[in-house]
């Protein structure tokens, strides 16, 4: 029999912190919610605990990896209901960067109900306390008689904090070198009648800023919406997405993806007065085109 809370519940919410095979950096920055006054979890009511019967949310933090899933599922088992848990960082959402590795059995939620995700690699203790915000709400719903906690609402110091990928479909197009740089595999191309779908999935991205770095046209980009957390039922609208048109050749007709003037005046080394033409050809179209150019 699974243990439960005595009623009344206790005042403040305990928080019991899991890891999971986790590289540290987010149980670092769940520290910073222990220690440091301005991300403090004290003011939302809550408390981190070392005992497992004592604590009403889980935080879990790393990739569930085969060595500890056992351990990780028994310490789990030992929270009372009704529980609320949080998995902290992309690693136990998706994977992260170790996704497809071969000693890792998550994401989490294939063995554990989960109830609020909170992004990020690592997420920022600001991005913790706003989906431990979230956890404590969702405790009260599931236990009526639980007091309320305060909302911490301190919004300094956002500069500089590493938030969601944005994509411009318009800039894109469509050369694939953002997926290829992509160590956490969040970013996914499927090609179309109408064109090349583009995606990205928040849970999986590191926010690491390879692809915007990499990106010839500046389609992608990072902006500071550090507020990711969300529940467990929104995990899979967490994404970016665009479709990046097809236009047709001006030589042959056939549908082709836009090309970048930037590229081509690298690729033709400056070069070429035409660049203007050549951007609007495909690439058997180009080929022919320089070539002919070429002779003259
Ligand atoms: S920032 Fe870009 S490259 Fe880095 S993990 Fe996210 S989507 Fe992938
Ligand atoms: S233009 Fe930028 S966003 Fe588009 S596919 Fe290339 S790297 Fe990715």
Not at 220 to 247: C, F, N, S
Request: include cysteine.
């Amino acid at each position: 029999m699974q243990p439960s809370h005595k009623d009344p519940p206790s005042p403040i919410l305990r928080l019991y912190r899991i890891n999971a095979g986790s590289c540290n950096g987010c149980d670092v920055e769940l520290a910073v919610t222990a220690s440091v006054s301005r991300f403090d979890v004290g003011t939302l009511g809550c408390d981190y605990t070392e005992d497992p019967g004592d604590a009403h949310i889980v935080l879990i933090t790393g990739p569930l990896t085969v060595r500890v899933r056992d351990k990780v599922l028994r310490s789990h088992a030992e929270v009372p209901e009704p529980k609320v848990t949080v998995l902290v960082g992309v690693c136990p959402i998706s994977g992260g960067v170790f996704r497809d590795s071969y000693a890792v059995s998550g994401p989490v939620d294939r063995y554990l109900p989960v109830d609020v995700n909170i992004p990020g690699c690592p997420p920022h203790p600001r991005a913790i306390v706003a989906g431990i915000a979230q956890a404590a709400a969702l405790w009260r719903e599931k236990h009526a008689t639980a007091p309320p906690v305060q909302r911490n609402e301190d919004v300094a110091g956002t500069a500089g904090l590493r938030g969601r990928m944005r994509f411009n479909a318009s800039a894109c197009v469509g050369c694939r070198m953002c997926e290829h740089v992509c160590a956490g595999g969040a970013i996914r191309f499927d090609e179309g009648d109408a064109g090349l779908a583009f995606t990205l999935w928040h849970n999986s991205c590191a926010l690491c800023g390879l692809c915007s770095h990499y990106c010839p046209t500046k389609a992608l980009t990072a902006t500071g919406e550090w507020q990711m957390a969300h529940r467990q039922e929104d995990k899979y609208r967490q994404v970016e997405q665009g479709v990046i048109p097809l236009v047709p050749c001006s030589g042959c007709g056939t549908a082709m993806l836009p090309v970048a003037a930037e590229l081509l005046k690298i690729g033709y080394r400056g070069i070429s007065r035409e660049t203007d033409r050549l951007k609007t050809l495909c690439s058997e179209c180009r080929q022919k085109e320089s070539i002919g150019g070429l002779r003259r």
